[in-house]
């Protein structure tokens, strides 16, 4: 069974700019998840995707951050414009349903000069 | 307002001997906890998961314990293996999908 991908792996922008992440699910997993993780701390819910609607979204910065899950399956989180302390690595997982274990992609380590 | 707290950032343990990582909450509408793997670039994998009607669970060399109580929870490596250093991240849940994690305890395990 393929896991969480995740893409790009490591992306360098300056401030200001604009940043797009990409996370293709576990096949047949209805819910996903993008966390945050900044260095030294553990990982930060931002926003949780049941199937394609949005179930919780109370961390996500909404003045920059975006995220969208179309036709329930791929999901694509979006910086802009982008902080300083935006720098982490943005991890995305997916779940059976609700209540299930979490599984983990690699993330994507953002930095941001 | 930090609800889940690993207060060791990291541990060395001999190979063959005990690892325990510790972690405290204090939330108590938490019921459900797990413990995650991490190795460096990748994402965590989970390890293991505990109810709160429980004070124990077991998976082969992986132990968790409960306190709730104390509002501690323990994880026991034994015996432990090179393999197993990792970042160790407990957390806790409160019957919904939003887990709280700590902030990590890095193990790392001498050959």
């Known amino acids: 069974e393929a896991g969480v991908a995740q893409s790009p792996r490591y992306k360098i922008i300056e401030k200001r700019q604009s940043v797009a992440f990409w996370c293709n699910p576990i096949?047949?997993?209805?819910?996903l998840y993008w966390y945050q993780q900044i260095l030294g701390q553990g990982p930060k819910l931002l926003i949780q995707?049941?199937?394609?609607?949005?179930?919780?979204d109370s961390q996500l910065p909404k003045d920059r951050f975006s995220a969208e899950r179309l036709k329930g399956v791929d999901s694509t989180l979006k910086i802009q414009p982008a902080k300083l302390e935006d720098s982490a690595v943005y991890l995305c997982a997916s779940s059976l349903e609700v209540l299930n274990t979490q599984y983990f992609g690699p993330g994507t380590r953002l930095t941001v000069l | 307002d930090q609800q889940v707290k690993q207060n060791s950032p990291s541990l060395s343990v001999q190979e063959g001997r005990i690892s325990i990582l510790n972690c405290d909450y204090t939330n108590s509408m938490f019921d459900y906890f797990l413990w995650y793997k991490k190795y460096p670039a990748e994402g965590p994998t989970f390890l293991i998961s505990?109810?709160?009607?429980?004070d124990k669970n077991e998976d082969g060399r992986f132990t968790v314990f409960l306190n709730k109580s104390a509002k501690h929870l323990s994880l026991h490596i034994v015996p432990s293996q090179p393999g197993d250093s990792a970042v160790y991240f407990c957390?806790?849940?409160?019957?919904?999908?939003?887990?709280?994690f700590g902030t990590g305890t890095r193990l790392k395990v001498l050959a």
């Open positions: 096949s047949g997993h209805a819910t």
């Open positions: 505990i109810s709160s009607i429980k």
């Open positions: 995707f049941q199937n394609n609607g949005v179930v919780d």
């Open positions: 957390a806790g849940t409160s019957g919904t999908y939003k887990y709280i």
